[in-house]
């Protein structure tokens, strides 16, 4: 099983469930907001207030673009859906796993994580993330080829779904 995608919303786990996903197939694993950083040499935070939010989404259509051909597993960033055209690249991977997780656990996954800083819900209510997160999810379903629910699931259990649904 080569070359696999994580998508799904801010909190889903994608970094932590790639690094693991990448160990476990002997993969190599990138993260798509590493990337950029690396590439724009600032905060995501700092590069949204400069440049804005639709300079940030040409960054990642670049990234998506060149990741194409690498056999590695990618966690995305949660906003890699909301444009068309990355919708199509992700229809040229072969492997695009939806981590999808329930609204409770993102918002509390969301409130305990001090480490990293998302421009899109760090001063936001609870119900102004839910207005962001409503409007994506048919985009992450329609974008997957497989939907894993990660919902008071460990790690080491999601992993082992993903690659249970996804494997050949
Ligand atoms: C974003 C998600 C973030 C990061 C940026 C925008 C989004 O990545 O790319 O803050 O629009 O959902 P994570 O999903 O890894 O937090």
């Given at each position: 099983?080569?070359?696999?995608v994580?998508i799904?919303?801010?909190g889903?786990?994608?970094?932590t469930?790639?690094?693991?996903?990448a160990?476990r197939?002997?993969?190599?694993?990138?993260?798509?907001?590493?990337?950029?950083?690396?590439?724009?040499?600032m905060?995501i935070?700092?590069?949204?207030?400069?440049y804005g939010?639709?300079?940030?989404r040409?960054?990642?259509?670049?990234?998506?673009t060149?990741?194409?051909?690498?056999?590695?597993?990618?966690?995305?960033?949660?906003?890699i859906?909301?444009k068309?055209?990355?919708?199509?690249?992700?229809?040229?991977?072969?492997k695009?796993?939806?981590?999808?997780?329930e609204p409770?656990e993102?918002?509390?996954?969301?409130?305990?994580?001090?480490?990293n800083?998302?421009?899109?819900?760090?001063?936001?209510s609870?119900?102004?993330?839910?207005?962001?997160?409503r409007?994506?999810?048919?985009?992450?379903e329609?974008?997957?080829?497989?939907v894993?629910?990660?919902?008071?699931?460990?790690p080491a259990?999601?992993v082992t779904e993903?690659?249970?649904?996804?494997g050949?």
């Amino acid at each position: 099983m080569k070359g696999i995608v994580l998508i799904g919303f801010m909190g889903a786990g994608k970094t932590t469930i790639g690094r693991l996903l990448a160990e476990r197939l002997e993969l190599a694993h990138v993260d798509f907001d590493d990337l950029i950083v690396e590439s724009i040499g600032m905060t995501i935070q700092d590069y949204f207030d400069r440049y804005g939010e639709a300079a940030f989404r040409e960054k990642e259509t670049e990234i998506l673009t060149h990741s194409l051909t690498l056999d590695q597993v990618i966690s995305t960033g949660g906003g890699i859906i909301l444009k068309e055209e990355n919708r199509q690249l992700l229809q040229q991977f072969p492997k695009v796993i939806y981590l999808k997780t329930e609204p409770e656990e993102l918002l509390d996954r969301l409130k305990k994580d001090t480490v990293n800083i998302r421009p899109l819900v760090v001063s936001k209510s609870p119900a102004e993330i839910i207005d962001i997160y409503r409007p994506r999810m048919p985009l992450y379903e329609e974008s997957a080829t497989v939907v894993i629910d990660t919902t008071r699931k460990s790690p080491a259990e999601i992993v082992t779904e993903i690659i249970q649904k996804a494997g050949e």
